[in-house]
């Protein structure tokens, strides 16, 4: 959702966790004169055919095929690999920030863990009137198009996509920040595999030989 927080919440997020990169969609829009124009003049921003999604992909893959190898081009803040990750030990994150990722099929399979900010209708409005896109939303664009294509989407997303945690898009950054960074703590937990202490495997042993 546009406004929603995204970027923000990225900016944050991405220093408190090692080796992580961001990509986000908002680099992957097409030039201008790329962009479809509807009756009323509107250019259709809020759509996937304004985006180059296959571009997006190849980084999202070069990325999944080489996560250390790929740090650097995928997003120059993408924070430093410890030193001790010689034997590349360390779990490798993605963020892959945009405002619309779960209607495009394929990153369906790519995604271990997918957050949705909302905001309700007056302030995603207010917020976007204070911002300048290049180039600037026309009189009218807010309620001639940005928002009936995120009803549009949205409503979309939801016969697709699956496992979605939606996050109050007006709680305060801190709020909206540590409850994503203890969810993600939470998942990155599950993948540790604790490794079995001398007297664990002793027994193990013993138990076999029984
Ligand atoms: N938790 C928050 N509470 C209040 N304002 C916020 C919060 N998070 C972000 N903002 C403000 O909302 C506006 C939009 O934020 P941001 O650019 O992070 O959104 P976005 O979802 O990335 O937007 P878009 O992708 O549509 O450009 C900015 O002015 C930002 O300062
Ligand atoms: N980045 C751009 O090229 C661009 C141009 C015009 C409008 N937008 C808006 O960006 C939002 C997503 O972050 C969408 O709502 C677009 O309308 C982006």
Redesign the pocket.
């Known amino acids: 959702m ?7 919440l990225t900016c944050r997020l991405q220093p408190l966790l090692p080796c992580c990169s961001v990509i986000s969609q ?1 680099s992957f829009f097409k030039p201008e004169s790329e962009v479809a124009v509807d009756e009323n003049g509107f250019k259709q921003y809020d759509v996937l055919d304004a985006l180059d999604m296959e571009a997006m992909m190849r980084r999202v893959y070069s990325w999944l095929k080489n996560p250390k190898r790929s740090q650097t081009s995928v997003q120059e803040y993408a924070t430093a690999i410890p030193s001790d990750d010689q034997d590349g030990a360390h779990v490798h994150i993605l963020i892959v920030e945009g ?1 619309l990722l779960y209607n495009y099929k394929p990153l369906e399979e790519v995604f271990n863990r997918r957050y949705f ?1 909302t905001v309700p209708y007056e302030e995603c409005k207010r ?1 976007r009137s ?2 300048i896109y290049e180039p600037p939303d026309p009189s009218g664009y807010f309620d001639g198009h940005v928002w009936p294509m995120y009803l549009k989407n949205r409503s979309e997303m939801q016969e697709v996509a699956q496992n979605i945690v939606y996050l109050d ?5 801190e709020g ?1 920040l540590s409850q994503v960074y203890d969810d993600i703590k939470r998942e990155l937990e599950k993948l540790k595999v604790i490794p079995e202490s001398p007297t664990s495997h002793h027994r193990l042993l013993q138990l076999r030989k029984q």
Request: aromatic share 6%; hydrophobic share 15%.
């Open positions: 546009t406004n929603s927080g995204k970027t923000t908002d405002f900010l917020r204070t911002r898009g007006t709680k305060s950054e909206i």
